[in-house]
């Protein structure tokens, strides 16, 4: 069964919701998912997973959250050739750098060798059925390029 691997940081709990809301569609597809969040998570787990999947929002003027900084640093020491990644998450167009941290965090996954699986989500602070959609077929994506990988 393939392993999905899912991270989340989460200040208000919107990314925390869009993390729930992806592992109910991982689990409908029929894969096996672990959910964290990234202050008890190591990097290294994403070494364990088939599929790598990060929730992130971005903090202030584009940053990546504090609590995320070591977890995003290891990140680049990792080697995740053969892995499947996604990364989505919550911002807020007040600022100029709207959701620039799920940017990142892709940008940490090709550097460790992922192979992105779908394009990222980005959602206006909390998620609503529009976005959760966009969830659903990000997951969509996502499985159907795991399944490409395998055979």
Do not use: W
Not at 73 to 92: E, F, R
Not at 104 to 110: C, I, N, Q, R, V
């Amino acid at each position: 069964m393939t392993k999905v691997k899912i991270v989340y940081a989460s200040i208000t709990g919107n990314d925390e919701d869009m993390a729930y809301v992806l592992t109910e569609k991982f689990e409908d597809l029929g894969m096996d998912v672990d959910m964290s969040e990234v202050s008890q998570t190591d990097a290294s787990d994403y070494e364990e997973a088939d599929v790598c999947v990060m929730v992130s929002y971005t903090y202030d003027d584009g940053v990546v959250p504090e609590e995320a900084l070591d977890f995003y640093d290891d990140m680049k020491d990792l080697d995740l050739t053969g892995k499947i990644y996604g990364s989505c998450g919550s911002g807020d167009h007040f600022y100029e750098d709207f959701c620039r941290a799920v940017d990142e965090f892709s940008d940490a996954f090709e550097e460790a060798g992922a192979t992105k699986g779908a394009d990222p989500v980005y959602v206006e602070l909390a998620p609503e059925q529009a976005d959760i959609d966009d969830l659903d077929k990000f997951a969509e994506t996502i499985v159907a390029k795991a399944k490409e990988m395998d055979d």
